[in-house]
């Protein structure tokens, strides 16, 4: 047993699919959560500042008392685990491995679509994954960098969303993909939009939900699961406007986070 803290963090409000998936899993873990909202968006940046990034939350983070951090970001996931790794000596799981996981088990035609933030499709890390498990997977990557911006604005099911998306994910339909792996943790909240456009046939991997299958996986086997739920159970910080992201994130985890969502300055990491 181990009751310490889960950390868990994101460029914004994505990871909160990830955070949802584990309450839902794992009721009685403790979660510490760090969105970088005054630095997002990740994706659109330098391998560079993602890493640097990446390196101050995980700073943050263990600022905590935690036992495990779940990156629940898709951009740092592809492009910054292997220093994190190398950097930091705690458990460390990210989102590629067990959404390429998912899809390959989903898929009955072998025709994989990818999409993921601008960093995400550069670096590749989701067709490696899963022709590492199922070689001959066809995979096709698409960047749709206006995803996030959307879903961080609440505007997931608006009209624009849906027009933005038909021209993202129409080559989609051509190749006859059977399953989508939404490699960025904000685009599960695009679900229905997405699902306008591609239709319900094919299966829509939620990279966050497939990670808190993972770390229950993880914290089982190895003995980590959390017996003792602390007082302040879930603990959500942000680097700006604590308004904004609660407010959304209402909206994403279903519940009301008001009162447990503090600002910290990120830049003394
Ligand atoms: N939610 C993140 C991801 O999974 C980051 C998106 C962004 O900040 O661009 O990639």
Known sequence: MNNKYIGVFDSGVGGLSAVKEIIKKMPDENIVYFGDTGR??????????????????????????????VVACGTVSTVALPTLKD????????????????????TKNKKI??????????????????????????VKSIACPMFVPLVENNMADSEAAYLIAKDYLEDFISMGIDTLVLGCTHYPHLKNTIKKVLGNDVTLIDSGAATADF???????????????????????????????????DVFLGRNIDKMVKKIDIERY
């Open 215 to 249: 770390v229950l996986e993880y914290l089982t086997k190895n003995n980590l699961l959390c017996n003792k739920t602390f007082d302040e159970q879930y603990k959500y910080f942000v680097s700006d406007s604590v308004e904004g992201f609660s407010k959304i994130a």
């Open 40 to 69: 997002v968006p990740y994706g659109t940046r330098s391998n560079e500042t993602i890493t640097k990034y990446a390196i101050s939350d995980m700073k943050f983070l263990k600022s905590h008392d935690i036992k495990l951090v």
């Open 113 to 138: 679509g990818v999409i993921g933030t601008s960093g995400t499709i550069r670096s590749n890390k989701y067709e490696e994954q899963i022709k590492s498990i199922m070689p001959d997977a066809l």
């Open 87 to 106: 950097e930091f000596d705690i458990p460390i799981i990210g989102v590629v491995e067990p959404a390429a996981i998912s899809a390959c088990n989903a």
